[in-house]
C-alpha cells in the first residue's frame, strides 16, 4: 500500500486561475482557525464588476495576507475594516459574529 505525502500547509493566499482570464473564482486563505475560501467570483458578481468596491478601498492589496485573529476579527467589526465592512453586525452581508462555520472550514487540521 502506498503511503500518501502530508498536505503541505497552506502559509499565503491562493488564488485559483479563471480560465476565461477574468479575477480568480475563490481565494483560499490561511487560517489557525479553520481555512476560508472566500468566493471571489460571488462577491464580484454582486459588486456588477466595479473592483473598485472593494480595492482599493477595503482591500489595498490582491492576495494581502488578512492576519485575522481572533481579537483583530472583534476590531475588524468594530471599525468596520476587511470583510467586517459587509460581514459586521448591521452590514449589508450575514454578520461574521458566532457565525464562523459560514468561512471557516470547521475541524480543519493545520
Do not use: W
Not at 476565461?20 to 481555512?35: A, D, K, M, Q, V
Not at 471557516?104 to 493545520?110: C, P
Amino acid at each position: 500500500m502506498a503511503e500518501t505525502a502530508p498536505a503541505a500547509k497552506i502559509t499565503a493566499p491562493v488564488a485559483s486561475v479563471n480560465s476565461s482570464g477574468g479575477p480568480p473564482e475563490t481565494i483560499l486563505f490561511p487560517s489557525e482557525y479553520g481555512n476560508v475560501t472566500f468566493t471571489h467570483q460571488k462577491h464580484f458578481e454582486r459588486v456588477n464588476g466595479d473592483c473598485a468596491t472593494c480595492h482599493l478601498k477595503i482591500f489595498p492589496q490582491a492576495l494581502e495576507a488578512l492576519n485575522y485573529g481572533k481579537a483583530r476579527h472583534r476590531a475588524a467589526e468594530e471599525y468596520k475594516t476587511s470583510c467586517a465592512t459587509c460581514h459586521g453586525i448591521q452590514g449589508t452581508a450575514f454578520a461574521a459574529e458566532r457565525n464562523c462555520q459560514k468561512c471557516h472550514e470547521m475541524g480543519a487540521k493545520h
